[in-house]
């Protein structure tokens, strides 16, 4: 039987405090991904796969999108970010990651980039439904 990998429901109630009390930069960039804005594609949250918590995950294109704080930048956490990735990239995953300093200084290359790895863009559509980048 195949071992489940997404929204594990042990992780469940740490990712929705997760959800409630989103970084500055990881809401910023939400307003910008939730209800399909950026190119119709459908993101979650604080979504799960295996053990780890990913800050955002478009199925459709198997693409994680992580925002990267002070926090990231010891040597322990690269390290933790690079197994992280590592093992994602193993599963299918493409994983892309941003300084939160970014999210809100390029709000457009980053909307950009993230458009970039998707797969098909819809003939003539927009990076967002009101046709901003």
């Known amino acids: ?7 594990r429901k042990e992780l469940q109630a740490y990712r929705k405090q997760l959800r409630k009390n989103l970084t500055p930069a990881e809401a910023f960039l939400w307003r910008h991904l939730k209800a399909k804005k950026l190119c119709g594609r ?7 796969i295996k053990n780890y918590i990913v800050d955002f995950y478009c199925a459709a294109e198997k693409l994680v999108i992580e925002l990267d704080g002070a926090v990231h930048f010891t040597p322990q956490a690269q390290e ?3 197994k992280r ?7 299918g995953f493409t994983v892309i990651r941003f300084e939160n300093k970014m999210v809100f200084e390029n709000l457009d290359s980053v909307l950009l980039e993230i458009s970039e790895h998707f797969q098909q863009n819809p003939e003539g559509s927009s990076l967002n439904k009101g046709g901003e980048l």
């Open 42 to 48: 459908r993101f979650n949250r604080q979504h799960s």
């Open 80 to 82: 933790y970010d690079r």
């Open 1 to 7: 039987m195949k071992k489940r990998i997404h929204s």
């Open 85 to 91: 990735t590592e093992v994602l990239n193993e599963l």
